[in-house]
């Protein structure tokens, strides 16, 4: 199998796709996930996992906002991880990531996930080679260990060009609205755009049993609406029915 190939796979919708159509399409599938999602707590026989990955603003706290929050909020929870703790670095690197898996019923949204511990950490050379390898090992076990409890896991990597990344974080200096956002060690991190590449490349071959979506992410309406559609036909693949009614001891 060839291996993945970043800077190969677009970045942009395909020039025939309208931003109008995705947009209404968009607002269709919402409407679907709301009634999917009902569908999924009531069931409660299957949890879904999805894990966002991408570099610095390739908009995954827009993507969580535009496609999640049609739903019940009772029935999604997001989780961000940042740097571990000093708790969590004395555990196995996996130990605070198992503590955030949903439960049947439930949809959990990883906002960058244990891919840090084989990404940040082999551009920075916190590990190397060897250790980043069994760590994908660990990754492929615990994925495979989800599955067979029920859990539905969905793999997202942006994919956002390294020019759009640039505009964007110049936007966060230069707009009152995103000033929030801004964190000076970005550029530094984009400096480091073919280091990350290539990790990223070597994660999504290495930890592909459960297969990565790679989604142009230059256009916020476009990423919105692939991820939307991916989990639409993953809740009707599922073929859920509504309990019926409980009855009671006689």
Same mark, same amino acid.
């Given at each position: 199998m060839a291996k993945t190939k970043l800077k190969k796979i677009p970045t942009a919708a395909p020039r025939d #796709? +309208? *931003? /109008?159509?995705?947009? +209404? /399409? =968009?607002? *269709?599938? =919402?409407a679907e996930l709301d009634e999917l999602q009902n569908l999924l707590y009531a069931e409660g026989k299957h949890a879904i996992l999805i894990i966002i990955q991408g570099m610095d603003a390739s908009g995954k706290d827009g993507l969580t906002r535009d496609v999640f929050t049609s739903m019940n909020p009772q029935g999604v929870n997001v989780h961000s991880f940042k740097e571990p703790t000093p708790e969590e670095l004395a555990h196995d690197f996996l130990w605070r990531i198992h503590a955030q898996t949903p439960q049947k019923g439930m949809i959990h949204i990883f906002n960058r996930s244990h891919y /840090?511990?084989? =990404? #940040?950490? +082999?551009v920075h050379r916190m590990i190397d080679d060897k250790e980043a390898k069994r760590r994908m090992e660990a990754i492929n076990d615990f994925e495979r260990l989800l599955i067979n409890n029920h859990t539905q896991i969905l793999k997202f990597y942006l994919n956002i060009s390294h020019d759009e990344q640039l505009k964007r974080l110049e936007e966060r200096m230069e707009k009152p609205e995103k000033m929030w956002k801004y964190n000076a060690d970005d550029l530094q991190e984009s400096a480091l755009w073919d280091e990350y590449m290539k990790y990223y490349e070597d994660a999504i071959d290495g930890c592909n049993e459960v297969p990565w979506h790679i989604i142009p992410a230059d256009q916020n309406w476009y990423k919105s609406y692939l991820v939307a559609k991916? =989990? +639409?036909d993953l809740f009707k693949s599922l073929k859920m029915k509504f309990p019926g009614l409980k009855r009671g001891k006689s």
């Open positions: #796709v +309208r *931003k /109008e159509d995705c947009k +209404r /399409e =968009l607002d *269709k599938i =919402l /840090e511990d084989v =990404l #940040v950490t +082999r991916a =989990l +639409r």
